[in-house]
């Protein structure tokens, strides 16, 4: 069945595949101390132009926020997120499961306002009976957000310089990074969002990997024993060469980013699709996430031959419903789909 | 370079490549919910002689081991295992990290003894005092052990009855089962297994797959919402078709035991050459870990040519040492070993 | 100097110092087992007219909320509580410290509306993603509220409807018990609280004991081994004839009850006084703290003579101020007041 | 009737209690930052010899031992206990609670031996695996221990140095410190204590308090947002009076110590009478707590006129029972009970 549902909805990109292959019986340590691992590490922080990063590859993405976050916040910290942040509301509690609050702000679109969190964070500082309340202690965003905006260059640097001047970590959940990235509203590169972010992590799974997300402390900042940190949470995998191998293709020859390109392509024919057959769109969205006010009644018929995600309820006679490009999306499934419309 | 340093050195049996290859573009809904994880769990259900087992796909090992244990213990309990269980000592203190303490009993060659389990309960719960201890909740125990030793038929039907008798579940850590199983020294099937025990995994990182464990539970007793518990501890896979697609293969024709047989079969041609080489054996492992006692000068040069784990301290000149064997262990490798002993 | 800052400047009523020196020799087992704490315990469900409540009397307001919600929640739930919640902000993420999220509803003058918790938990039920987030696990309220207000009869029969449609106990903090009981907007008693309630407790800290909070679990549903839950969470008193000898007292001849109507009484006059000065109520409040706007001037003024509570900011000139009255309050103190302001 | 039961089976010393009554209508502000808590913790810093220390009044000893073990350890770490330790075994699990292992040494009459610990710490951090390990971040041993014992001032220094050399903070559970210090066996003073460990606790409940520990950072070291870390965990009491009277009280010509020599004078009448009377004493202690091995039947029959603690079962006809002297205990009790034995 034709499937818009999500962007892992596929496996991975053959050549991830055929590495896998090729080095499939080449004896290799485990947990991560592999050659091949040790090369994709390179590889990104080259591509990240950031030569002391340290880098660790990890499984999911709401493994990866859990780590981070739990390990670099102190005891006493929460960490601030938009209200529709995906550590705040669809990840089961895993940030609240390792003891710490996620702090929401209002949000836009998807996105922090810096000049929201910059009065939030003068503000607590300033109470007197703050003893008595969570401390601020780190600032979530994604990128691209989960209603799949982007922050502009310069909001970007707004954060920072605010999270820079309380002394707060930033940290960029980037799930769908690539297709932030190499979208046309983007005007920030790589090594960019690098600098401005103490720490992100680079989606795998959703870009292209069966499995991965590679997350970058940019400055030599990973906590210490930071491998213990991840046993600990029972998130070390064994054969490390699985996502070694595959971050390791990913970020060869830039094939990353042209993973990125095509889902972008994917997507802008698809909106337009979607336009052309007076669809209304609820979030004027860059990347490969569309979101589309749709009537329930045709919701119902066009859910028997295409798959795609509910994403909540707009009014009594209209749902928000969301289509995804990827990777792996076929221009003549979006030809497809023009038939259904 | 040779190497019999773990049994998670080599990639995945080349079925389960091929079947990630034939499936790649197959649109899969996500977190385990798609047709092939289905067929997997049918499988391992029909392996297990079990219709009412509820099976789950997860990532490691230690993982299996956390999300199990915090989700069936209460708050108040801990888990019973054998001081060298691997809760007890290798997991960085995953147990510990969800709220519970692990109570150690002594290890007989890795194993609990089910009189000593007895008499700690019956202790325990006699003890008028015991409001102020952690309860005992649950038994864990290994097969094979830690130590490669396996428990008799007669053994696992005595914890499983201690286990009955005060009314906590049994849980099993089948790492490396398809070793235990296929072991001449087990006299255990694999429903029987499931019969006695109330929940274990079935290893298969260490047993031909990339990545995952199937944790049964063997009658219809899985924790409520287990799927967002396991979410909750940041291990929910969206790809789940990889684990999925892995078990499938593994369960289809006994592979699975296939595999298990040939890394025993190699684990016999090994012990018998180190025998014949005049080492020292540890301890009698009828499994695919064989546990040598080496000076250390030997074990020095014998480095520059073999990957081999170290264990342990055994005393000034001498150490354990492991060597493993498993489902890709060549008979050549362990030809050309015999040249370097 | 003249003091209005909270309900817990002064000591305790004399008649527990004189309780607490009467039976000091008399040698009497730890831990809440002694027979004051069994008379306590016999006098608090005779007033509750709960014949089978469990009552257990801990040490502090924070201390009380963080053991009945971590003890009464499963792992994936959650507490539902007002966003002005004395969980939600004041307890410095003790909530989310035992592992688990505030989910926050709308504040209106410190009260939940039964219709919106009703809304909220139709919607979460009715999602089909609702495994990927925290599920909704009690209802929390606080009575008096942060506010100093009060929810009516009807107003807590509604939420104790909504909470057994969906089967969630219903948690009321009683901090200031004393002081919503006894005041004239209070259309409710005791028993009919503890009837609508499935736990609760009965503030002693603020209310005329030097320390102690007495949890009362309302048709025998206390937690499991609750004793140990408590010593788990490092909060179980040696000396728990300490909160014993003082609820015997305050539950004797209804002390409890006549210490409320004074600081009722109190705060009448303290509110009459503040209207008849020109001050501007913040909020309405029927209970024992009164929150007035007051110019930033003034405040600074008056805090050489008199001790009193910033609340939080109003505009840039005032700020909202709270004085409270206790059990303790003299009525010459007011007339004080009344020559300052 | 006739106790010996435990060291907290009376209320507080009279001038405590007076104390109480004489401030009991000041009106102080919460949360231990009253002139009288400073001034108890004014008291404290001197009778330590500490002028950089800095303490806290927390209300028992296992809130005390959970609140500084998981404040000072960093996630990967574990504290170190003797295999009897209050932490390990009569603690319910709150160690582990808050994400922590206990890793046990073996206990010599209660205590750690410095060699032993050494010992474990050296094969620790040579371990090439021990990132897949439980660091140690600790050493927690209780003075006098468990057991009665006390560690001379040499097996303390060789303790320190060995915290010292590897860089892990001393921890002294002190619940019962006052009878340690007064022991005619103790060779060391409170400022050789405090020189000797990094934190501390002078336990109040045991010693003549009605409540309360006194928690000591000896140079200046107390975790950042020390109050913010015990509101988290539900422990801050509102009326630091309470603890602050009392430790002012006890810290005022020396109190606190000559409770501490009248249990141990007490102890050595004790120990006399149990001698002359033929008990057998299951192990040399030198304060307070004085452990018989005694038949079964003998302890039934005194059991009906005085109350003793069980402490553990020494063979089919005798048990280990404790009787235990404090500042409350009358030489008349003694006599009475020699007519019994």
């Given at each position: ?135 601020p202690g780190m ?92 046993k600990q949470r ?108």
């Open positions: 069945m034709l499937s818009f549902e999500s962007d892992y909805i596929e496996g991975a990109h053959p050549a991830i595949l055929e590495a896998l292959e090729k080095t499939n019986f080449e004896p290799l340590p485990g947990y991560g101390t592999d050659a091949i691992s040790l090369s994709a590490k390179a590889r990104i922080r080259e591509a990240c132009a950031a030569p002391n990063a340290e880098v660790f590859l990890l499984s999911g993405g709401t493994s990866a926020n859990q780590i981070v976050i739990s390990s670099m916040l102190r005891q006493e910290e929460g960490v601030i997120a938009a209200s529709t942040g995906h550590v705040s509301v669809h990840e089961a509690g895993a940030i609240e499961y390792t003891g710490h609050k996620v702090l929401t702000l209002p949000s836009h679109e998807g996105k922090l306002s810096s000049e929201e969190v910059r009065a939030f964070l003068s503000a607590f500082f300033a109470d007197a009976n703050n003893e008595h309340m969570v401390f600032v979530y965003i994604s990128f691209p957000t989960e209603l799949g905006t982007l922050y502009s260059r310069d909001e970007l640097f707004g954060l920072s310089a605010v999270c820079r001047e309380f002394g707060l970590p930033l940290y960029i959940d980037g799930a769908r990074l690539a297709y932030g990235l190499e979208s046309a509203a983007c005007d920030l590169t790589l090594p960019e969002l690098a600098h401005l972010a103490d720490v992100f992590y680079i989606g795998g799974t959703k870009c292209g990997a069966l499995i991965g997300e590679a997350v970058v402390f940019t400055h030599g900042n990973a906590p210490r024993h930071f491998v213990t940190l991840i029972g998130a070390l995998l064994a054969k490390g060469r699985l996502t070694g191998v595959q971050f390791d293709v990913l970020f060869t020859d830039g094939l990353y980013f042209r993973l990125g390109r095509h889902a972008i392509e994917m997507a802008g024919k698809l909106r337009a699709l979607l336009l052309e057959k007076g669809c209304r769109l609820y979030i004027d969205s860059p990347t490969n996430q569309q979101f589309v006010i749709m009537p329930n009644g045709q919701i119902k018929k066009l859910r028997e031959s295409v798959a795609f995600s509910f994403w909540d309820r707009f009014d009594d006679e209209n749902s928000i419903v969301r289509f995804c490009t990827s990777w792996a999306t076929k221009p003549e499934s979006i030809d497809e789909l023009a038939k259904l419309l």
